[in-house]
């Protein structure tokens, strides 16, 4: 059995991966998890990092505005999402890779 083994698009799938995985033979497809893109969540995460360590995200900034960001996170994973349902294979997914 042969698997593809994929992961870590952060809210992209580049042009050169998906011709590169077209031409490929496989089985099934492991996914590795990071679908969304989240770097705008972890950018405010690290550069508030010491006022982070004991309060949430929503305390520093309005409510409305992190559920907008991470509304965005998860919304980026759709396209990934819908890619690999096209594959026409099996997919796993794995919750992160960390």
Same mark, same amino acid.
């Given at each position: 059995m042969?698997? %593809?083994? &994929?992961? !870590?698009?952060?809210g ?8 590169? &995985?077209?031409?490929?033979?496989? !089985? $099934? ?6 679908l969304?893109?989240t770097? =705008? &969540?972890?950018? @405010? ?5 010491? /006022?982070?360590? !004991?309060? /949430? @995200?929503? /305390?520093?900034? +309005?409510?409305?505005?992190? =559920? ?10 759709? +396209?990934? $999402?819908?890619? @690999? %349902? ?13």
């Open positions: 042969r698997i %593809l083994a &994929i992961g !870590d698009f952060h992209r799938i580049s042009v050169k991966l998906r011709s590169r &995985i077209k031409k490929l033979d496989y !089985d $099934l497809v492991l996914c590795t998890g990071d969304a893109d770097n =705008r &969540i972890r950018d @405010l995460i690290f550069k508030n990092w010491n /006022e982070l360590k !004991d309060k /949430e @995200l929503e /305390e520093i900034f +309005p409510k409305a505005f992190v =559920r907008q960001i991470t509304a965005k996170a998860i919304n980026s994973m759709q +396209p990934i $999402l819908n890619w @690999l %349902l096209s594959l026409k294979k099996q997919v796993y997914l794995v919750y992160g890779n960390g």
